[in-house]
């Protein structure tokens, strides 16, 4: 009965052992992970496996790159031919802004063109605004195709009002991811050892708890990779079509000469109205008010010359005497 429980105890040491083992390699592998995303490029042998690092006393033996990036070969990070490398994980992104004479003939061609290179459609949307029709197109080029179709897409215009790309390289992430993947199976590995030898059931729940977090990292690695590699087959292009609207053909169609004309007599009507009330108003009010102001005028103006004092002729009312006289006057 003793013997079990003599068992259980090297067993639970060695879990021990093996976890911290676990945990040691999992941080050095994130360590070389991050040296890996540093040399992104780095050459790839036929098994996938990324080539191994160069020693710290073998930094010296690498050649030396030229000033502006070029290697001393002249490849310039290209293949030994000239050719462009195709080693590169590149994701392409872009969107156009298009003007057609035919909005639904354009989006009929354009689906076609976007079909023979081996994309799809990934979404879409229409709106109409009164005279204005556009149309959004989300498309899923293959990265082999992309130049010629925007240069198909771009045919179909009439007016190209703006266009932008992005290349973004991945080629560090997926490989990160890779690693990271590597060792967490490895991780599982272990854990489904040591599932099989433990004989106690507290240690084998603890087991199957760290397995199914494992995993659950696994899984979720390998759908961001799944995702990057999508990305990097088929590059995404927003593409938005409309139709050109001519002011000059907007004046015309909310011009209306009748309408002109109508407005024109309504507003000279309105204003003999205006001028034939203004009449009525003074002949009624305002012409007696002033009748009768000016009477009172009149009348005060009669009383006051009336009934006025006149000036008396007086002493003192004539001219002085001597005035006006030389020293012999008479």
């Known amino acids: 009965m003793g013997e079990p429980g003599r068992r259980s105890s090297p067993l639970r040491v060695s879990m021990l052992i093996l976890a911290a083992v676990a945990a040691i390699s999992v941080a050095a592998c994130g360590g070389a992970s991050s040296s890996i995303l540093s040399a992104v490029g780095a050459p790839v042998d036929d098994g ?26 002249g490849t310039g990070g290209q293949g030994t031919n000239g050719a462009p490398r195709d080693d590169l994980k590149i994701v392409y992104t872009g969107s156009l802004q298009l003007v057609v004479d035919d909005l639904q003939a354009a989006l009929a061609k354009a689906k076609t063109a976007v079909l023979a290179t081996g994309g799809y459609i990934g979404a879409s949307q229409e709106a109409n605004d009164g005279d204005r ?15 010629g ?22 080629g560090g992430q997926i490989v990160d991811l890779e690693a990271r993947i590597r060792n967490l199976r490895a991780s599982e590995a272990s854990l489904q050892e040591i599932a099989k030898g433990t004989g106690k059931v507290t240690d084998l729940l603890e087991v199957e708890a760290q397995l199914t977090q494992v995993r659950g990292e696994i899984e979720q690695l390998e759908g961001q990779r799944a ?4 990305q990097v087959a088929y590059g995404t292009l927003v593409t938005t079509f409309g139709l050109e609207v001519v002011q000059v053909q907007q004046q015309a169609q909310g011009w209306d000469p009748k309408t002109d004309v109508d407005g024109a007599f309504a507003t000279l009507i309105a204003a003999g109205q205006t001028i034939v009330s203004g009449l009525i108003w003074f002949a009624i009010v305002w012409l007696p008010v002033l009748a009768v102001l000016l009477a009172v005028v009149l009348v005060g103006r009669w009383v006051y010359r009336r009934y006025a004092p006149r000036a008396s002729g007086g002493p003192g009312s004539g001219p002085i005497p001597g005035w006006g006289e030389g020293p012999g006057g008479s």
């Open 227 to 230: 995702q990057l590699e999508d």
């Open 48 to 73: 996938g496996e990324v080539a191994p690092m160069p020693a710290a006393g073998e930094a010296s033996a690498a050649p030396a790159e030229a000033p502006g990036g070029v290697l001393p070969d």
């Open 149 to 170: 179709a925007i240069s198909d897409l771009r045919g179909l215009a009439t007016k190209v009002v703006s266009e932008q790309t992005q290349a973004t390289e991945v």
């Open 133 to 147: 029709s556009l149309a959004t197109i989300t498309y899923r080029i293959p990265a082999t195709r992309w130049d």
